[in-house]
């Protein structure tokens, strides 16, 4: 019989892999369905959330990566129409939260500069496929709103950057958020498996 | 002439004719190539999204176009954009061209071929995975569903919301990983069956 513990790997693998696929078939469809305004960066932080809490109670480098396959091989196989985009998303996001976490583990420190990242990510990927597919003008359009912003809001002008440097701002914060909500998690999750063991 | 080939060629033409036609005719060869990929390729043209949601991309991006480009036409008094507005009709013809021609480069894909083709170990390995994985999602939706229905009876009201969703996310995470635990067992037991009638056969 081969090694127990490659099997584990592979079972917690498809655990939280199909867990997070169900959530992204269910209530991504439903966020994207309904343009609710970042539906990314809260499935981006989701997933992040879980990655560092399969990380904790699985401390195994490359689960998340295996994690992250998993679930885009769920989101390839669901009935849903678009999925290129969300299984991009889903790969790239497992891979920055590994690389985050490889060094130090799943603390609160590294959980939330991974949800920070797998946030950033989101706004990044949008940014990049809506310019593939629009073409350049959209910048053009992007930098006019955040210089709208900039005279609304009343920040010091600067060409549109401050109104970017805050909604990126908000979008780390809330992405961090997400990490240490996922370390935490793992943290109870750990405890009340050692209870149950005990 | 299939489906394929003539998607294939509408979307081509559009994106050629971006290229070409003067910015005031793309919107009009726009509608053009979407009213020939709706009557003539009604297979691609069903994955390519509602056409009210064009529409809404469409107002949107002249919209904006029209807002925040140059200002260079008054219209009741109110400077706006004339270059804008075309420029949100070039982009969204545009994305419609490459949409559909995406759509069909993913459908002419033979990934179930390719799949039953790999023979890495790791590679098949995951593949196991990612079905079984796809067979736990009922299970897990289920888990989760029939967890924040309990939750919700003992802890009703929404001052509770919050602790409600911390409580369904450790019962998650826990549920996954007893879960795993077994799969583990389940999927190691098959792989010592498989052997032994290997060994049997042989």
Known sequence: MRNLETYRFWGYAATFGALWGAVEITVGSFLHALRIPFSGVVLAGFGAALLIALRRVFPVPGVMIAAGLVCAGVKLLSPAGAVVGPMVAILAESLLVEATVRWR??????????????ALWSVLQKLVT????????VLGIYQGIARQAERTLRLPASEGLAAVGLFLSIVVIGGAMFGVVGAWVGKATCRRLVQAES | ???GRLSLLVAVALLVGLLLVPAVWHLPIGIAGWWILRWGARDVHRNLGRPWRWLQVLFVLTVLGGFFGPADTQWLSVSWSWAGVLAGCTMVVRAFALVSLMSLITSVLPVRRWVERVQHPVLRRLIEVVVVAANLVPVQLNALGVASMTLKERRPGLLNFPLRIWLLAVHSALHAAMLAESVALDMAIAAHNASDQGKISS
Request: hydrophobic letters at 50%.
């Open chain 1, 105 to 118: 583990g799943a603390t609160i420190l590294s959980g939330s500069v991974a949800g920070a990242s797998a």
């Open chain 1, 130 to 137: 809506q310019t593939l597919f629009f073409g350049m003008p």
């Open chain 2, 1 to 3: 002439m299939n489906f």
